[in-house]
């Protein structure tokens, strides 16, 4: 393969987001009792960035109707 184009989707990128910045896996993992984000990439500077920068955010609404969404079975592969 000579090429590779490589796209960032933003919309994907800030659903990943809303997801990493709820309760959506500790939500899932007591719905299902094992641990569901396999990977733990809390030591990245990049989700810590994203942390700090989406706190001041917790309280949105978003974050109300993803975990209405979980519990009436939204489900994202989240990697």
Do not use: A, C, P
Request: charged share 30%.
């Amino acid at each position: 393969m000579r090429n590779l184009i490589l796209e960032v989707n933003k919309n994907i990128e800030l659903m990943n987001i809303i997801l990493l910045t709820s309760r959506y896996s500790e939500i899932l993992s007591e719905r299902f009792g094992f641990k569901v984000d396999f990977v733990d990439y809390s030591n990245e500077k990049y989700i810590r960035d994203i942390n700090d920068y989406f706190q001041k955010y917790s309280d949105h609404e978003i974050y109300i109707k993803l975990e209405e969404m979980i519990k009436d079975g939204f489900f994202w592969f989240l990697l």
